[in-house]
């Protein structure tokens, strides 16, 4: 989260406890959040925000929202300007004004429908990735969120040898399904960098149904609790020995 979200109302996410929290004051830039739990804030467990931790924060909501400009409009996928098309937008549909900043909006869109071989990644960026592996030994691919439909187009890249992704819902609100990479990956050569945040219970079914003995992998983890943690890292250990 940016610092100039640290305002009063605002709800954000704790990454340290995976907990949500309420600001409830703010004084000189810096914040105090108090826990929510059920909708109700608890004012004996706060965590204070500032320019110096707020990357361990990330915004939820923010109530605080400047007002839309006059005359600007969404109909049928189209910004309008006192009825008017505010610009050239191609083949963008836009859903909504979300909200605005001195002299920018912020838009919601449809997103496109994702295809192989018409991908703008494909289109736009593959070439110069592909050369930049070429050069330098190698590339990584990684993307947010849900990318299976994308396995093919990654291991038909040229020059690369590794692939990034989240598996667990701590880590991405929408992670990959492990049991579509495992078989996928297996063999390939490429190394599956596979982040799963959660306790061990949570976490290392994930990697139980990625892991093969021909599968280069590597375990990403994170539990708040250090025993948890360590559980996990023995499972992982006799998991891959076997």
């Known amino acids: 989260m940016r610092e100039n979200k640290i305002l009063e109302n605002v709800t954000v996410l704790n990454k340290v406890d995976n907990r949500q929290y309420l600001i409830t004051s703010v004084t000189d830039g810096v914040g105090t959040a108090c826990l929510l739990e059920n909708g109700e804030v608890n004012e004996d467990i706060s965590v204070m925000i500032s320019s110096s931790n707020a990357i361990a924060f990330r915004l939820i909501s923010n109530p605080n929202i400047p007002d839309i400009p006059d005359g600007y409009s969404v109909e049928d996928g189209i910004l309008l300007k006192d009825g008017v098309a505010a610009t050239q937008q191609g083949s963008l549909v836009i859903k909504s004004i979300v909200t605005s900043v001195p002299g920018k909006l912020l838009l919601a869109v449809l997103p496109r429908e994702n295809t192989t071989e018409h991908d703008d990644y494909i289109d736009l960026f593959r070439e110069s990735d592909e050369k930049i592996g070429e050069t330098f030994g190698g590339t990584v691919y990684h993307s947010c969120g849900v990318w299976e439909g994308k396995i093919d187009m ?7 040898t590794a692939a990034d992704g989240a ?6 609100p929408s992670p990959n ?19 799963a945040v959660g306790t061990c219970e949570e976490s290392f079914p994930v990697f139980e149904k990625l ?6 992998l590597i375990a990403v983890t994170y539990c ?8 996990l890292y023995d499972k992982l250990h006799v998991m891959a020995d076997r």
């Open 177 to 195: 399904n492990p049991e579509v990479f495992a078989p996928e990956f297996s063999g390939s050569g490429i190394i599956l960098n596979a982040r």
């Open 154 to 160: 990654v291991k038909g890249m040229k020059h690369i």
């Open 211 to 216: 892991w093969t003995p021909e599968t280069k």
């Open 167 to 172: 598996f667990s819902i701590q880590t991405d």
């Open 224 to 231: 708040k609790d250090p025993k948890d943690q360590e559980m």
